[in-house]
């Protein structure tokens, strides 16, 4: 433990996760935004803060954010039959909702969702932002229009951002021209040098802000334009949708004769700079690959149900000494329990077994909670954790809760995982305080824009 001089504002919990494991008594020290000091076993002084049980915050490793508006919406069954709704229907419905919402709009609705990722644990947020353009396609005068609008959503909450521009040039293998529907995304290799360019200096604001970018998939660029994506990402993440969909394996079989997830290990740099969100449909061989080359595994559990994409083999994955981060993607339901949650029960439904994702040292909750940790700092391209000199990102959650009655340790992560108890009570983010009493404290004013945003979108 640092026996760093405490100075400034000082919080005590009664249990903390730490990156050694669990401790009684802890006193988190903060100034300048920093961890400063931690001290465990250690009786409350007159000027700490008391609180509960203290995690470290996680990263939302893929979102995006305007969907959260349809949450709801698509559930209707689609056209074609029994078996017609699909995530290709859905895509449609989601092509139509964007005929509507101009930068305001957009604003309201993203601030929405990074306060909902407050209030269910995430500090950070990797925002696969791919809307560019205006509703009927063409350019704003100000190119990054609507990234500024991001960057402002993340300002208004609090919540930290790892931006990532995306590329998106075609419809679908091969080079195709795009459609009406993705008319709101589409870039070139020069324009999207320059909102990646411009993006680093409208993030420069905000404390710890990350830029990276992400190639939609292999169906929307074309290998040449894939080849230049590290050099547009220097040193920042670099994300990409693949292999979601078995239509999705099956179209790029035809254009290429591999799968998708082969292809681009056999094509591109994959190294631990990449997080490929979903890999839903692979084989043994791709997913020891994706694991052999270090790179993260965007897991959206919730979103994936959704939208019947299909179970990644998770516990085999992990086992192989594979990494991965948990998303919300289209923000159906935003929190880091149900993510978590919905994770483990997948693979429990898949394999017939219980304690899937556990290891010998430790629980289901934990286990799960300290991958996602890992995974979710790799992926978005930030430190974090409780430590000294990282940001004070601190969740708290509510040691009344009557969910948590008796529990100690592993107990506490396994019954607000499983246990279904809300008990995000306060969340720091760089030691300011955003979430009290389970409610973003600015939640009133955002929750009203959003609903004038709605009016717009949905009138």
Avoid at 190 to 209: H, N, W
Avoid at 313 to 336: H, K, L, M, Y
Wanted: hydrophobic share 45%; proline share 5%; net charge negative.
């Amino acid at each position: 433990m640092s026996q760093t001089p405490f100075e400034g504002r000082s919080l005590w919990f009664d249990q903390v996760l730490l990156p050694e494991g669990w401790a009684r008594d802890v006193r988190i020290a903060i100034a300048d935004g920093l961890i400063s000091g931690i001290e465990a076993s250690t009786p409350r002084a007159p000027t700490d803060e008391a609180h509960g049980i203290a995690l470290p915050g996680l990263a939302n490793v893929h979102s995006h954010a305007f969907q959260r508006a349809m949450a709801g919406l698509t559930e209707a069954r689609g056209p074609g039959g029994d078996a017609g709704d699909n995530f290709w229907t859905w895509r449609q419905l989601m092509y139509r909702f964007l005929d509507r919402g101009g930068p305001e709009e957009i604003e309201a609705i993203t601030a929405f969702a990074f306060c909902d990722m407050l209030e269910g644990g995430f500090t950070r947020c990797a925002e696969f932002h791919y809307l560019h353009n205006d509703p009927a396609g063409a350019a704003y005068a100000d190119p990054t229009e609507l990234t500024g609008r991001i960057v402002a959503a993340a300002e208004t909450t609090g919540i930290a951002l790892t931006l990532l521009p995306v590329f998106y040039a075609h419809s679908t293998f091969g080079g195709a021209e795009p459609n009406e529907g993705q008319r709101r995304f589409i870039t070139d290799l020069d324009g999207f040098a320059d909102l990646v360019a411009r993006g680093r200096t409208l993030t420069a604001r905000l404390p710890d802000a990350v830029v990276g970018v992400a190639p939609h998939s292999l169906r929307a660029v074309t290998p040449e334009e894939l080849a230049a994506m590290p050099g547009l990402a220097g040193d920042g993440p670099i994300h990409i949708h693949v292999a979601e969909q078995t239509k999705e394996v099956d179209d790029c079989l035809a254009w290429s004769g591999a799968r998708p997830v082969e292809w681009l290990l056999a094509h591109a740099p994959v190294d631990g700079q990449w997080c490929l969100i979903h890999s839903t449909h692979v084989t043994d061989a791709e997913w020891r690959g994706v694991a052999k080359a270090g790179a993260v595994v965007g897991l959206c559990p919730l979103t994936e149900a959704n939208l019947g994409d299909g179970i990644f083999p998770a516990q085999a994955f992990a086992e192989g000494g594979g990494r991965f981060g948990i998303g919300t993607d289209s923000n159906i339901q935003i929190g880091v329990a149900d993510e978590l949650r919905m994770l483990e029960y997948s693979q429990r439904l898949a394999l017939r077994a219980r304690g899937v994702m556990a290891d010998a040292q430790r629980s289901t909750g934990r286990a799960l909670f300290d991958r996602g940790l890992s995974g979710g700092r790799q992926a978005t391209g930030a430190e974090g954790g409780l430590a000294v000199g990282l940001p004070a990102d601190i969740v708290g959650l509510d040691a009344n809760a009557v969910g948590f009655a008796g529990r100690q340790g592993d107990a506490v992560l396994d019954s607000w995982i499983f246990g279904g108890e809300r008990a995000v009570r306060s969340v720091w983010r760089r030691g300011k305080p955003v979430v009290v009493d389970g409610r973003h404290i600015a939640r009133d004013a955002i929750e009203a824009r959003y609903r004038k945003a709605l009016s717009v979108v949905l009138g």
